[in-house]
């Protein structure tokens, strides 16, 4: 299922193109040529566990895409946003609760993006307005939303109705191996798949994509030519403030379908962990939720059917082991730049 | 947008600034300036650092608004908000720090701002076509496909030039666009400001060296202390005449040994000249002498770049008590790892460093020092001081964890204190007081303190990086004093700089360094700017010029 995206891993490096086939580009190809070839394995060998964990892996890796790609269309304007994982909790706390006491699971999700993007735009206030420390900013955010919903949090409340259900589409969803993973979704999974290839093209395409680009690589020459960085950079870091949002209204209204306590468990930093093994590339990025989805719905299907006799909390363990193991590894994918101007703001002289 | 530029009416002043004053709290950078650029010429702003070319132009182009004066750009009176508007109206800037976007390319790198699009993309064909028109029409050949950091310096700088020419501009300011490139590269970049001319585009060119405004000039407008102190012509003046201009007084640089001239400053004091080259010939000669000792032994020394590329690839090189050996090459070739890799800042994959018959190879920073080198960084603000420490702190970074410095790992204040006023008496460092932080000096006297540091101590060895970067004459001319007087004591001296004119003023020996290796020694008593340039690019040697230095 990484098919699609494993050469992508290496035309989304070099901003400027890519030139003939790259050890990292032959490295992502044979991999996720085994990776298929073992999945089929799989696949034939139990085919209903093979479909749970696959069903499990895309819905892991569409929270962590949303967090990813709200995190790399800041860090390529130059702005960490370490900030996701209060983004995601406090949007999932608003999504439910609107949710919950209009009986609309829709403007449950129009609350939580726009919980998102309000985070986004304090983000934006703090690290380009005010020019405070990028990752304090986002540290308050974390822990502002950990606060704020801890404190409303209340435990009688229930969504009331189902949460949001798949959706077939049609023959698609018949398809061995992928279809029910991809093609018997939700309408939020959906719909994060085609943000998933728009923002791709768009990030690498458009003008305002080449203008973030340029406001990330080196504020003063996008200045020189009469891009406002300042502006655009509020925008950005706002506007993406919104994909989180819709990752929160996503985690409480059709992944889980209520609201805990720190119900996002760390996963608005595995996103910044997923953003740059895809080398801040929405497609990139979506194959690397894949795998990191993998490994939590691996580790979800090992403690339900007690594959092991290991404690769950060692066998919970499995995707934040990985997490450290790939990050560290990622040398071997060859070792990407950071934005140049990454972290620092920008002032007008 | 494009093809517009010639067929326009022509203005009769494309730009200008009439008594344009500006001041920065009480320091008055410009004061009263007058310049006007006329179609087709190059106007050349020629005066040290600080004395008011940034401020003027910056002026000239929106970026700064003027206390007083007048800006027309075209024949019409402007009050320019920012750079935009200047832009608007023609006027491009020519960056001496290249305004480029590294990973981008270059098509993206000049169309940025101003994409030509098609539904919110960039029309990736329309915006090449164009590129490829201008680059052909004003003959600026260059890869539109290529990654700007993948590109020489002389390379980016035509896309730079493209950048403004993009934007229809009539006026290109060309910030001290020569600093970076070979000989040449400048060749070439004045052969194309020529052609450039030729089309109606106005230059206004800043610079310091005066090789370049006899040469490709033609109004001159010197600056001193943000005043016009001269408005001339090539024709009706000298290289000597400009820099006593430019200065203020008559300038010696000393061991200017040639006609061509080092800043081509030298030619003012022939009498000197003679003089300096009688008394340390001696010395010069005995650099050759294999009776003095070899202080530096570097063998077969191989080095990596940050990014891991081979920078400096088997190199050899012999510097010997009492002589300097001047590195001449265009940055990037190697010099910054191969300085690197002797003070210890580097770790050599391979090859040896022996210094005063003692092995450095893999030293620390701190081994070197002790051992008795003295580091002059390239970049001063990074490796040579820290710059909210104070003056007397930064006098003994070398040495502060030694007596008479430290006692007991406690520092002794009093020593320092006194150490650093000696520092800054006898290498005339401008500053209030020792205590105030080496921010607050200017590049010229940064400079003199690091050299005043280094100096203080008894050394063997000096590693002399780009000594005189950006620093005016007054600050140039001390500190090529005192880098002799070093040399004259007996101690060895590699100079490592990008200006060749400081390398052929200052060097007994000069070797040259392509691609990091050494490819030449040449003599600088004989080789000629054009020889060296040519090896500088990566011609290979001819046997005229390889004899030489044995």
Redesign the interface.
């Known amino acids: 299922m990484t098919a699609g995206a494993g050469p992508d891993l290496a035309t989304a490096s ?4 890519v030139r003939g086939w790259s050890p990292q580009r032959m490295w992502s190809v044979a991999g996720a040529v085994v990776l298929v070839a073992c999945v089929w394995g799989f696949y034939a060998w139990d085919g209903a566990q093979t479909t749970a964990v696959l069903g499990g892996t895309v819905r892991a890796a569409t929270l962590l895409v949303l967090g990813a790609m709200c995190g790399m269309i800041g860090e390529r304007s130059g702005i960490v946003n370490i900030g996701i994982e209060g983004q995601f909790l406090m949007s999932a706390f608003t999504a439910f609760t609107v949710a919950s006491m209009s009986g609309s699971l829709f403007l449950g999700v129009v609350a939580g993006v726009s919980t998102g993007l309000a985070m986004g735009w304090m983000l934006a206030a703090m690290s380009v307005g005010l020019r405070t420390d990028q990752i304090i900013a986002g540290t308050v955010l974390n822990i502002a939303a950990l606060g704020l919903t801890s404190f409303f949090y209340d435990r009688g409340r229930s969504l009331g109705q189902p949460k949001y259900q798949s959706i077939e589409l049609g023959p698609l969803a018949d398809l061995p191996v992928v279809g029910t993973a991809l093609f018997n979704r939700p309408p939020l999974t959906y719909l994060a798949l085609v943000l998933v290839v728009v923002l791709h ?1 768009l990030l690498l ?4 994509g ?2 973030t ?2 406001i990330g ?2 504020p ?3 200045a ?4 406002d960085v300042i502006r655009l950079r509020y925008w950005n870091v706002t506007l993406a403030g919104g994909l989180a949002g819709l990752g929160g209204a996503y985690l409480a209204l059709e992944s889980v379908g209520t609201f805990t306590r720190a119900m996002s468990g760390g996963r608005g930093f595995l996103a910044l962990a997923v953003m740059i093994f895809g080398r801040r590339t929405p497609l990139g990025a979506y194959a690397a939720a894949l795998f990191f989805g993998f490994t939590t719905a691996l580790q979800g299907q090992f403690q339900l059917n007690d594959t092991f006799d290991i404690p769950a909390q060692f066998v919970g363990m499995l995707p934040f082991v990985v997490t450290i193991i790939v990050v560290a590894a990622a040398g071997l994918f060859g070792r990407m ?1 950071d934005p ?1 101007a990454l972290g620092q703001p920008y002032e007008v ?1 | 947008m494009v093809a517009t530029a010639v067929s326009q009416a022509e203005p009769e002043v494309l730009l200008a600034g009439h008594g344009i004053t500006k001041c920065f709290g009480p320091v008055v950078a410009n004061d009263d300036v007058s310049v006007e650029l006329r179609p087709g010429r190059i106007l050349a702003l020629l005066g040290e650092n600080g004395a008011g070319k940034s401020t003027l132009v910056n002026v000239l182009f929106g ?1 700064h608004r003027p206390d007083a004066g007048q800006v027309v750009i075209a024949d019409e009176n402007v009050e320019l908000s920012s ?2 508007d200047a ?1 608007a109206r023609g006027v491009g ?1 020519v ?1 001496q720090h ?8 270059v098509v ?1 790198n000049i169309v ?4 030509p ?1 098609k539904l ?3 029309d990736v064909t329309q915006a090449r076509r164009r590129v490829l028109e201008l680059a052909d029409r004003f003959g600026l050949h260059v890869d539109p ?3 700007v950091e993948d590109l020489p310096v002389g390379a980016q700088q035509r896309v730079e030039i493209l ?1 403004a020419l993009y ?1 229809d501009a009539r006026v290109l300011i060309a910030d001290e666009p020569t600093a970076v490139l070979t000989p040449q590269e400048t060749d070439h970049l004045l052969d194309v400001l020529r052609g450039l001319t030729a089309q109606g585009v106005g230059i206004v060119f800043i610079t310091h060296k005066l090789r370049e405004v006899m040469a490709a000039a033609d109004d001159i407008v010197v600056l001193r202390e943000g005043k016009v102190v001269g408005t001339t012509t090539p024709a009706q003046t000298s290289e000597a005449a400009l820099a006593e201009l430019m200065v203020g007084r008559a300038v010696d640089l000393h061991g200017d040994r040639f006609e061509s001239g080092a800043t081509g400053v030298g030619s003012a004091a022939p009498a000197e000249i003679a003089a300096d080259d009688a008394a340390p010939t001696s010395e010069a000669m005995a650099a050759d002498d294999p009776e003095r000792p070899v202080v530096l032994d570097i063998a077969g020394l191989c080095a990596d770049d940050d990014r891991g590329q081979r920078a400096v690839d088997e190199l050899s090189l012999e510097v010997r008590a009492g002589e300097i050996v001047g590195v001449a090459g265009v940055e990037g070739n190697g010099q910054r790892e191969l300085v690197e890799a002797i003070t210890g800042l580097r770790h050599a994959t391979a090859g040896t460093v022996s210094i005063s018959d003692r092995d450095a190879s893999g030293a620390r920073p701190r081994q070197v020092t002790v051992i008795g080198v003295g580091h002059i960084p390239e970049d001063r603000a990074k490796h040579g001081l820290i710059g909210s420490y104070s003056v007397a702190d930064n006098s003994v970074l070398n040495r502060y964890f030694k007596r008479p410095f430290a006692a007991g790992g406690m520092l002794r204040r009093d020593r320092i204190d006194s150490h650093a006023r000696d520092v800054v008496a006898t290498f005339d460092v401008r500053t209030p007081d020792v205590e105030s932080p080496a921010d607050s000096l200017s590049g010229g006297n940064k400079q003199k303190l690091i050299v005043g540091r280094e100096f203080s101590d008894e050394i063997d060895l000096l590693i002399a990086a780009q000594p005189t970067r950006g620093i005016d004459i007054g600050a140039i001319e001390f500190i090529w004093h005192r880098i002799r007087e070093r040399r004259d004591g007996g101690t060895a001296v590699l100079l490592v700089s990008a200006e060749l004119d400081e390398v052929l003023a200052l060097s007994d020996r000069v070797v040259v360094m392509y691609e990091g290796r050494i490819v030449a020694t040449v003599d600088p008593r004989t080789a000629t700017r054009e020889e060296i340039g040519l090896l500088m690019a990566g011609a290979a040697p001819g046997t005229e010029c390889s004899v030489a230095g044995g």
Do not use: C, N, Y
């Open positions: 070099g901003v400027a193109g093209v395409r458009s003008v305002w080449m203008r680009t340029a690589e080196h003063g020459a996008a020189t030519v009469g891009i730049r140049a002289r | 970026l750079p935009h832009i800037m960056h290249f305004q480029l976007v590294p990973p981008m390319s993206r940025l701002g101003a994409e699009r919110g993309m960039i496909d290529a990654a950048k934007r």
